[in-house]
T-cell receptor, first 113, second 113 residues
Framework: DAGVIQSPRHEVTEMGQEVTLRCKPISGHDYLFWYRQTMMRGLELLIY????????DSGMPEDRFSAKMPNASFSTLKIQPSEPRDSAVYFC???????????FGPGTRLLVL | QKEVEQDPGPLSVPEGAIVSLNCTYS??????FMWYRQYSRKGPELLMY????GNKEDGRFTAQVDKSSKYISLFIRDSQPSDSATYLCAMRAGGTSYGKLTFGQGTILTVHP
């Protein structure tokens, strides 16, 4: 298996632009997670899905952030409009309950100028 | 105050040393405890998983949980340069909160030859 796939791996954009991050989970996994990692705040859970349904989005920082999972093999995290404070590494992870193993993708490094 | 506190280090040790990494937490509902290892510019990967109090050993790694003190530890014996990474503790409550992991800040470890 190729593991969790994320694209793009790096993104540089200007403040105010829309940013879309993409994730393909491991086939057969029914949970999908979006995290954000910064030096100041560490690794934070933004939202997670179970069977394509959002279960908990309490970590989404504000309305500028939205996430969708239209099918079992694809999810997006969108930031509109982007701000410099959104600069971080965004990780997607997938897993299958009730085990605790979450398999992380390589991350997307986002820089908002 | 953060729910999970972890000394970010950095920690530098010679090859062969015993390494002790620790986290404290405040939420008494946490029942599942994990250690993730994250190499530079990679996603975290699960290293150890324990439920409730006690010890768990896996090769050179030992995880300890003391729920009465709200304190968890990871010990690495005979440390190797390949152990150089950031180590993140993670935990979650029981019940229906599967997926909602709370991570520590991460401890940066360097093992020098």
């Amino acid at each position: 298996d190729a593991g969790v796939i994320q694209s793009p791996r790096h993104e540089v954009t200007e403040m105010g632009q829309e940013v879309t991050l993409r994730c393909k989970p491991i086939s057969g996994h029914d949970y999908l997670f979006w995290y954000r990692q910064t030096m100041m705040r560490g690794l934070e859970l933004l939202i997670y899905f179970n069977n394509n349904v959002p279960i908990d989005d309490s970590g989404m920082p504000e309305d500028r952030f939205s996430a969708k999972m239209p099918n079992a093999s694809f999810s997006t995290l969108k930031i509109q409009p982007s701000e410099p404070r959104d600069s971080a590494v965004y990780f997607c992870a997938s897993g299958t309950g009730p085990q605790e193993t979450q398999y992380f993708g390589p991350g997307t490094r986002l820089l908002v100028l | 105050q953060k729910e999970v506190e972890q000394d970010p280090g950095p920690l530098s040790v010679p090859e062969g040393a015993i390494v002790s990494l620790n986290c404290t937490y405040s939420n008494s509902a946490f029942q599942y405890f994990m250690w993730y290892r994250q190499y530079s510019r990679k996603g975290p990967e699960l290293l150890m998983y324990t439920y409730s109090s006690g010890n768990k050993e896996d090769g050179r790694f030992t995880a300890q949980v003391d729920k009465s003190s709200k304190y968890i530890s990871l010990f690495i014996r005979d440390s190797q340069p390949s152990d150089s990474a950031t180590y993140l503790c993670a935990m979650r409550a029981g019940g229906t909160s599967y997926g909602k992991l709370t991570f520590g800040q991460g401890t940066i470890l360097t093992v020098h030859p």
